[in-house]
T-cell receptor, first 112, second 116 residues
Framework: GDSVTQMEGPVTLSEEAFLTINCTYT??????LFWYVQYPGEGLQLLLK?????DKGSNKGFEATYRKETTSFHLEKGSVQVSDSAVYFC???????????FGTGTRLKVLA | GAGVSQSPSNKVTEKGKDVELRCDPI?????LYWYRQSLGQGLEFLIY????????KSGLPSDRFSAERTGGSVSTLTIQRTQQEDSAVYLC??????????????FGEGSWLTVV
């Protein structure tokens, strides 16, 4: 069945460091891919998404490119801030179905 | 309201008691989901509603769990005879009609359940 695998955390970085959180997927059909973020004490919210191969999603300085050849959707940010400390979830949704499959989440902690 | 609303935000209950968790989705959203987030775990799919019907209940962990949705809007997740392993955050989400694959799914802030 469809699945999402993302790197385990926690990831601890200094402010202004470069961030990569890896995400790979397996899916039948042509999924859309998402990154959701959960700030402390809050619900999940969409960070960015890409709906077809080679699309790049971007928001708040974060980027991820839908790579069909490597079945990946890695999240990157060039310079993290303390306020980026949160849990990040990679997810996929497959056309014609209703299910969204989420990864286990990666906790990011950014130190000042 | 503007977003998905869940209540209660926190619930502490004694083992063996029943609990009800409520979700009020975004107006006009026909699809509604329940997920469970246990400590250190990812999101576990529980059930999906399309309107008032639930085409897939396969994620419900046991027959102690049930859910309903009325008027194509509010949903209630009921856990009977709660056990300590039911302690988790229960997340509700909704999304609008259309091609689900690319639709953003909108989450509530969750109901944190602790069974003591």
């Amino acid at each position: 069945g469809d699945s999402v695998t993302q790197m385990e955390g926690p990831v601890t970085l200094s402010e202004e460091a470069f961030l990569t959180i890896n995400c790979t997927y397996t899916a039948t059909g042509y999924p859309s891919l998402f990154w959701y973020v959960q700030y402390p004490g809050e619900g999940l919210q969409l960070l960015l998404k890409a709906t077809k191969a080679d699309d790049k999603g971007s928001n708040k300085g974060f980027e991820a490119t839908y790579r069909k050849e490597t079945t990946s959707f890695h999240l990157e940010k060039g310079s993290v801030q303390v306020s980026d400390s949160a849990v990040y979830f990679c997810a996929l949704g497959t056309s014609g179905t209703y299910k969204y499959i989420f990864g286990t989440g990666t906790r990011l902690k950014v130190l000042a | 309201g503007a977003g998905v609303s869940q209540s209660p935000s926190n619930k502490v209950t004694e083992k063996g008691k029943d609990v009800e968790l409520r979700c009020d989705p975004i107006s006009g959203h026909t699809a509604l989901y329940w997920y469970r987030q246990s400590l250190g775990q990812g999101l576990e799919f529980l059930i999906y509603f399309q309107g008032n019907s639930a085409p897939d209940k396969s994620g419900l962990p046991s027959d102690r769990f049930s859910a309903e949705r009325t008027g194509g809007s509010v949903s209630t997740l009921t856990i009977q005879r709660t056990q300590q392993e039911d302690s988790a955050v229960y997340l509700c989400a909704s999304n609008p009609p259309g091609d689900y694959s690319g639709n953003t799914i909108y989450f509530g802030e969750g109901s944190w359940l602790t069974v003591v």
